[in-house]
């Protein structure tokens, strides 16, 4: 039960992170539809299960704060907040400050990684990411 705590607080400090980018341009390049992007945005969120379904720690996603890059080590324990959900919260807010709701090449992946032997432990990203076209 010791290796099990401290094989927690190790993940909580070193593993669970969430990440979210805007990267803004003035650009008179449109895409193929004939839009013009203003910025790129990308976020993604992990989290750790044991066995595949007990959560033990996750990043939370990005919700708040004045700059354009979030690399946070907020993190939850015994919970499992890396959703697409929790993704497109994070896109919204990112839409907010940049002032715009029109989005376009929307692409959300999803993978797992087993680690250790016998699969004890997976690890679970989510990444989401877009374009951001004019208002």
């Given at each position: ?50 066995l ?80 951001i076209?004019?208002?």
């Open positions: 039960m010791k290796k099990i705590s401290y094989m927690i607080i190790a993940l909580a400090l070193a593993g669970c992170s969430s990440y979210s980018e805007i990267a803004r341009w003035d650009s008179s390049v449109k895409s193929n539809d004939g839009e013009t992007p203003v910025a790129s945005f990308m976020t993604q969120n992990f989290s750790y299960q044991l595949f379904f007990i959560p033990l720690c996750t990043g939370r996603p990005w919700t708040s704060g004045d700059e354009d890059v979030m690399d946070d080590f907020n993190v939850k324990l015994f919970a499992d907040e890396a959703t697409v959900d929790g993704n497109m919260v994070s896109l919204k807010y990112a839409l907010a400050k940049v002032g715009s709701n029109r989005i376009s090449r929307l692409r959300t992946t999803e993978s797992d990684s087993s680690m250790w032997s016998f699969f004890i432990l997976n690890r679970h990203e989510i990444r989401t990411s877009c374009e076209l004019k208002p």
